[in-house]
T-cell receptor
Framework: GQNIDQPTEMTATEGAIVQINCTYQ??????LFWYQQHAGEAPTFLSY??LDGLEEKGRFSSFLSRSKGYSYLLLKELQMKDSASYLC?????????????WGLGTSLAVNP | ETGVTQTPRHLVMGMTNKKSLKCEQH?????MYWYKQSAKKPLELMFV???????ENNSVPSRFSPECPNSSHLFLHLHTLQPEDSALYLC?????????????FGPGTRLTVT
């Protein structure tokens, strides 16, 4: 079967760094996405990794290791507004770029 | 309006009612999606339309009926729903190419079936 695992909840302190992990087992792999979803709002795209390594975008970075089926999202200089759910999703097929396999999401609470 | 909009934002309906959810994207995208988001479950892809043609239907019960009259609009017609259909229904769009693939989501319709 196809599966994506993420921690259910995490807590961190304002100004700190937090790493949210995602492991996946899929029949194919053609890219991994991270989305942020605030309560009651739409998921918004954060990052995309298709090759191994680290992609940095401001305070957010995302890492991928295809051989390990592993990714993480790194959030630096945490702010209260970063409290949200973080969704990991994998595109399993090269020919079907529309279908994503989604994790349950990690609910991050940032405390003052 | 920018991005992806959905109406209504909240809907309460009885099991015998018929209602429709509406989605509109202002991004010039070619593909549109319906997702169901329930507590403690991953996002479930329901339908995908590409250039107004349905290209994916993930074993969704027939009480959900999608319609895509053009590449900017997507509807989800609901009839004789069950209480377990209560969820957040999200619409999304994407450029539908191998290179431009991230999906842009609307705010969702919170549906409660009584």
């Amino acid at each position: 079967g196809q599966n994506i695992d993420q921690p259910t909840e995490m807590t961190a302190t304002e100004g700190a760094i937090v790493q949210i992990n995602c492991t996946y087992q899929t029949s194919g792999f053609n890219g991994l996405f991270w989305y942020q979803q605030h309560a009651g709002e739409a998921p918004t795209f954060l990052s995309y990794n298709v090759l191994d390594g680290l992609e940095e975008k401001g305070r957010f970075s995302s890492f991928l290791s295809r051989s390990k089926g592993y990714s993480y999202l790194l959030l630096k200089e945490l702010q209260m507004k970063d409290s949200a759910s973080y969704l990991c999703a994998v595109r399993g097929s090269r020919t079907n770029n529309r279908k994503l396999i989604w994790g349950l999401g990690t609910s991050l609470a940032v405390n003052p | 309006e920018t991005g992806v909009t959905q109406t209504p934002r909240h809907l309460v309906m009885g099991m015998t009612n018929k209602k429709s959810l509406k989605c509109e994207q202002h991004l010039g995208h070619n593909a549109m999606y319906w997702y169901k988001q329930s507590a403690k479950k991953p996002l479930e892809l329901m339908f995908v339309y590409s250039l107004e043609e349905r290209v994916e239907n993930n074993s969704v019960p027939s009480r959900f009926s999608p319609e895509c009259p053009n590449s900017s609009h997507l509807f989800l017609h609901l009839h004789t729903l069950q209480p377990e259909d209560s969820a957040l229904y999200l619409c999304a769009s994407s450029q539908d190419s191998q290179e431009l693939f991230e999906q842009y989501f609307g705010p969702g319709t919170r549906l409660t079936v009584t």
